[in-house]
T-cell receptor, first 113, second 115 residues
Framework: GNSVTQMEGPVTLSEEAFLTINCTYT??????LFWYVQYPGEGLQLLLK?????DKGSNKGFEATYRKETTSFHLEKGSVQVSDSAVYFC????????????FGKGTHLIIQP | DAGVIQSPRHEVTEMGQEVTLRCKPI?????LFWYRQTMMRGLELLIY????????DSGMPEDRFSAKMPNASFSTLKIQPSEPRDSAVYFC?????????????FGPGTRLLVL
């Protein structure tokens, strides 16, 4: 079946540091890949997505590239801010399979001023 | 747009009681999803509907859980009887279509505590 593996958190960084949150997946075919962000007390918001190999999703300074050869979709940001503190979820939607999303466990990111 | 609306936002109940969670999807969206979030298991898909019809309920934990979508603007998730292990945050999400790039939009969630 489908699965998503994320690095365990919490991840604590200083403001303006470089961020990488690793995500790898297992799926049949060529899934669509997503990063969602959850701020305290809120629902999930789509951060970025990529639907085919070598696509790069980007939003709010965050980027992730769909790497089919390594089945990865790592999230990066060059300079984080305190307001980026949240839980980040990597997810996939398989082609021709179940319509719902398969999520990773989430990575809690804490940015200190 | 008001986004996906869920109610109640918080629910505390005693074991054995019936619990009903409600969701109003974004107007015009024809797919609706119910997810459960716990510390141990993360986010799990429980059930989803296309055009008000349940398509896949394989994620529903057991017969105590049931979901309905009587019309395009309303869905319920019911737990009867509730148990402490049902304590979690329940999210509803909706989507406009079934194309590969269509995005799911999540509601704020209902935080359920069963004592």
């Amino acid at each position: 079946g489908n699965s998503v593996t994320q690095m365990e958190g919490p991840v604590t960084l200083s403001e303006e540091a470089f961020l990488t949150i690793n995500c790898t997946y297992t799926a049949t075919g060529y899934p669509s890949l997503f990063w969602y962000v959850q701020y305290p007390g809120e629902g999930l918001q789509l951060l970025l997505k990529a639907t085919k190999a070598d696509d790069k999703g980007s939003n709010k300074g965050f980027e992730a590239t769909y790497r089919k050869e390594t089945t990865s979709f790592h999230l990066e940001k060059g300079s984080v801010q305190v307001s980026d503190s949240a839980v980040y979820f990597c997810a996939l939607r398989s082609v021709g399979g179940a319509d719902g999303l398969t999520f990773g466990k989430g990575t809690h990111l804490i940015i200190q001023p | 747009d008001a986004g996906v609306i869920q109610s109640p936002r918080h629910e505390v109940t005693e074991m054995g009681q019936e619990v009903t969670l409600r969701c109003k999807p974004i107007s015009g969206h024809n797919s609706l999803f119910w997810y459960r979030q716990t510390m141990m298991r993360g986010l799990e898909l429980l059930i989803y509907f296309n055009n008000n019809v349940p398509i896949d309920d394989s994620g529903m934990p057991e017969d105590r859980f049931s979901a309905k979508m009587p019309n395009a603007s309303f869905s319920t998730l019911k737990i009867q009887p509730s148990e402490p292990r049902d304590s979690a945050v329940y999210f509803c999400a909706s989507r406009a279509g079934q194309g590969e790039e269509e995005t799911q939009y999540f509601g704020p969630g209902t935080r359920l505590l069963v004592l």
